[in-house]
């Protein structure tokens, strides 16, 4: 199965930011055991080029590992390097689109109207991330004329609203803060809690 094709199929990209880089491999093996199987990494975040290398190569084999605040050709590069699969941006970049596609890479790039989203697809991305995901009924209006486009509302969403954004037709969902906490100590509770959050992201799409 191509990785575009998975992420379609599962759905729930976890975003991790500023997460301590020791911290994120366990982080990722409590959302794996919730069910959760995309993981991005912002190039935000503390050595994310280390990160991205150690969970893919850890956790290859079962998670599909990504990088996100991607704003150049160069970064999108050296996350392919690190064993990065998609390449998600704030921005439309056409270069970064135009690197991730021939890298053989998922481009996830951001716009939010009608206009870039547009533009974005025409240039080649996957998906488009449509941030900030202000409410389902956006992405249902931007869907009535554009209903071939992959959208992936990132920001605010929850395990309350998940299914609005889903029904509105949203073909995948960035979740960031509301699943994992950046300023969270690393505790036996605090895994525990998110292997138990990821469940109640998963459960509310399947349901």
Request: glycine share 8%; proline share 6%; net charge neutral.
């Amino acid at each position: 199965m191509s990785t575009l094709s998975q992420i379609l199929t599962h759905k729930i990209i976890a975003i991790v930011r500023g997460v301590p880089p020791a911290d994120v491999l366990p982080i990722a093996e409590a959302m794996y055991a919730g069910g959760i199987r995309l993981l991005e990494v912002t190039m935000n975040s503390e050595e994310p080029l280390a990160v991205i290398k150690e969970v893919a190569a850890r956790m290859g084999d079962k998670m599909i590992i990504g990088a996100g605040t991607v704003l150049d050709a160069n970064t999108a590069r050296a996350a392919a390097a690190a064993g990065a699969r998609f390449i998600l941006s704030p921005i439309l970049e056409p270069e970064v689109i135009k690197t991730a596609r021939d890298l053989g890479m998922v481009s996830i790039p951001g716009a939010y109207t009608a206009t870039e989203i547009f533009a974005a697809y025409k240039q080649g991305a996957d998906m488009i991330k449509v941030f900030p995901a202000t409410s389902a009924a956006y992405i249902k209006d931007i869907l009535a004329p554009l209903p071939k486009i992959h959208l992936l509302p990132t920001g605010g969403i929850t395990p309350e609203n998940i299914s609005d954004f889903q029904k509105a037709g949203a073909a995948g969902f960035g979740i960031g803060s509301a699943l994992v906490n950046a300023k969270a100590a690393l505790t036996p509770e605090y895994l525990q809690q998110l292997t138990q959050k990821s469940q109640q992201f998963i459960r509310a799409i399947q349901s």
